[in-house]
C-alpha cells in the first residue's frame, strides 16, 4: 500500500543536488556516475533513511517534498527503535505477512 511522505527541506536539497547537471568545472572529470544513477543513488539513500521503496515513489501533488511511496516493511518491532529487518520471503513476518 502507497503511503504518503513527506521529506525535510534537507533531504530535498540533497535530492536536487543530486539531479542537478554536473557543474562546468567537473565535465572533464569522470565522475563514473551519470546524472540518472546519482538521482537514483540519493532517492535509495532517502529510502533507507525513511522507509519507502524508491521504486515506487510518485509525486502527490502536494509540492516538491511531498509524495507517495510503498513502506518497506522492518519486520518485527524488537523495542528501542530495532527492527528484526524482513526480506519478504519466508512469509511468517508478523508486520506484513510475506
Ligand atoms: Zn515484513
Known sequence: MANNFEMTQEQLDV?????????MIAINVCTGMSRQARANN???SLGRDMGFDHMTVKPNGKGARFFTAEETCKGIDLGSGNFS????????????GR
Open 85 to 96: 529487518g524482513c526480506d519478504a520471503s519466508s512469509g511468517d513476518c508478523p508486520s506484513c
Open 15 to 23: 535530492l536536487l543536488d543530486a539531479m542537478n547537471p554536473v557543474p
Open 42 to 44: 540519493a532517492w535509495a
